[in-house]
T-cell receptor, first 117, second 113 residues
Framework: EAGVTQFPSHSVIEKGQTVTLRCDPI?????LYWYRRVMGKEIKFLLH????????ESGMPNNRFLAERTGGTYSTLKVQPAELEDSGVYFC???????????????FGNGTRLTVT | DAKTTQPNSMESNEEEPVHLPCNHS???????IHWYRQLPSQGPEYVIH???SNVNNRMASLAIAEDRKSSTLILHRATLRDAAVYYC??????????????FGQGTILTVHP
């Protein structure tokens, strides 16, 4: 099966610009997550979708970040306007919705490396 | 979230077993212990998880202490491809927080040919 795919793999933008990251989860996975690692820090949870609904967005840093998952398939994460501290690697993950979802392993994509200059 | 303590780094030789320890003394009774690893330039990858009993899968074994305050990930024969950062992550089994993993610093495993 195809894994979680993320696009683009790299993005370099200037401060104040807008960037949209895309994630295609594994087909059939209702759960979709966004994580990020900023320079020198640990990987941090951003938010969790169940199908098209936001289950938990407690990790979103501020209102410059907007995540969507229209139709419950792929997801986008928009940063507008981007700031220098937004630089890092953004990971998307998905998991299948079985009855023990709390233990379904997360399948991660390889991430989008975002550089804000 | 339960706090974890892992060695910053470990080294191994190829074909030898590797034991990666993790202390999670504040783990709750319902937390599972998940292990993920991150190979260079890739996203994290699930390795194994368990609750109380030792677990085995094709990738590794997980030995959980009887008091559940620590666990050890065992790679039976390390390969160069096992060089990665290994994360021990207690995970709440209930509520709506599943999938909300708390990554620590992890252990950087270096495998020598």
């Amino acid at each position: 099966e195809a894994g979680v795919t993320q696009f683009p793999s790299h993005s370099v933008i200037e401060k104040g610009q807008t960037v949209t990251l895309r994630c295609d989860p594994i087909s059939g996975h209702d759960n979709l997550y966004w994580y990020r690692r900023v320079m020198g820090k640990e990987i941090k949870f951003l938010l969790h979708f169940v199908k098209e609904s936001k289950q938990d967005e407690s990790g979103m840093p501020n209102n410059r970040f907007l995540a969507e998952r229209t139709g419950g398939t792929y997801s986008t994460l928009k940063v507008q306007p981007a700031e220098l501290e937004d630089s890092g690697v953004y990971f998307c993950a998905s998991s299948q919705p079985d009855r023990s979802s709390y233990n379904s392993p997360l399948h991660f994509g390889n991430g989008t490396r975002l550089t804000v200059t | 979230d339960a706090k974890t303590t892992q060695p910053n780094s470990m080294e191994s030789n190829e074909e030898e077993p590797v034991h990666l320890p993790c202390n999670h003394s504040t783990i709750s009774g319902t937390d599972y212990i998940h292990w993920y690893r991150q190979l260079p330039s890739q996203g994290p990858e699930y390795v194994i998880h368990g609750l109380t009993s030792n677990v085995n899968n094709r990738m590794a074994s997980l030995a959980i202490a009887e008091d559940r305050k620590s666990s050890t990930l065992i790679l039976h024969r390390a390969t160069l491809r096992d060089a990665a950062v290994y994360y021990c992550i207690p995970t709440n089994a209930g509520g709506t927080s599943y999938g909300k993993l708390t990554f620590g610093q992890g252990t950087i495993l270096t495998v020598h040919p």
